[in-house]
């Protein structure tokens, strides 16, 4: 069965450092999203593409982060200068069609130093 | 905005004893709603989802009816297994996002 991968599984930086989050989701999706889960608290939405752009941001989703579909299969979460509070479990999820449900990666736990 | 409220963990239980997890709803519209699962160490699996009122959703012996009188979206298993100690995530849509509850973390004990 088809799934969402991500890597790596945990990444551990230096605060103001740069990392880059990978995802592959499924093959024939279109949209695709990040969400994050803060240790302890709710998994909450990031980002969603499609067709090569953000399709809605939330107010979380500020001007240190970017996403990007490089090429036909990988879609990256980008940190430009990582703070204390980024320290989370990042999920990728993709779905074929919009309102659908949505199918998860295993998650990358991001730990900043 | 849509969003779910689902009872506190952590639900601790015996084997082969019933489950109930709670979940209301608010939402405009008529929104779907889901039951997510994280087992140790692994991402979010969709258990079951409903997508209008008075829909049952159901997977490996688990229930939830959509009920749009109460507002409400139960996670129901009539025997729990060890195997079934997870965290299980309340959840809806608002336009195309997943809106997700605390999660309740459930042991079931040997």
């Known amino acids: 069965e088809p799934e969402v991968t991500q890597t790596p599984s945990h990444q551990v930086t230096q605060m103001g450092q740069e990392v880059i989050l990978r995802c592959v989701p499924i093959s024939n999706h279109l949209y695709f999203y990040w969400y994050r889960q803060i240790l302890g608290q709710k998994v909450e939405f990031l980002v969603s593409f499609y067709n090569n752009e953000i399709s809605e941001k939330s107010e979380i989703f500020d001007d240190q982060f970017s996403v990007e579909r490089p090429d036909g299969s990988n879609f990256t979460l980008k940190i430009r200068s990582t703070k204390l509070e980024d320290s989370a479990m990042y999920f990728c999820?993709?779905?074929?069609?919009?309102?659908?449900?949505?199918?998860f990666g295993p998650g990358t736990r991001l730990t900043v130093l | 905005g849509n969003s779910v409220t689902q009872m506190e963990g952590p639900v601790t239980l015996s084997e082969e004893a019933f489950l109930t997890i709670n979940c209301t709803y608010t939402?405009?519209?008529?929104?779907?709603l889901f039951w997510y699962v994280q087992y140790p160490g692994e991402g979010l699996q969709l258990l079951l989802k409903a997508t209008k009122a008075d829909d049952k959703g159901s997977n490996k012996g688990f229930e939830a009816t959509y009920r749009k009188e109460t507002t409400s979206f139960h996670l129901e298993k009539g025997s729990v297994q060890v195997s079934d100690s997870a965290v299980y995530f309340c959840a809806t849509n608002r336009d195309d996002k997943i809106i997700f509850g605390k999660g309740t973390r459930l042991h079931i004990l040997p």
């Open positions: 999820a993709s779905t074929r069609e919009s309102y659908n449900e949505q199918f």
């Open positions: 939402a405009t519209g008529y929104p779907s």
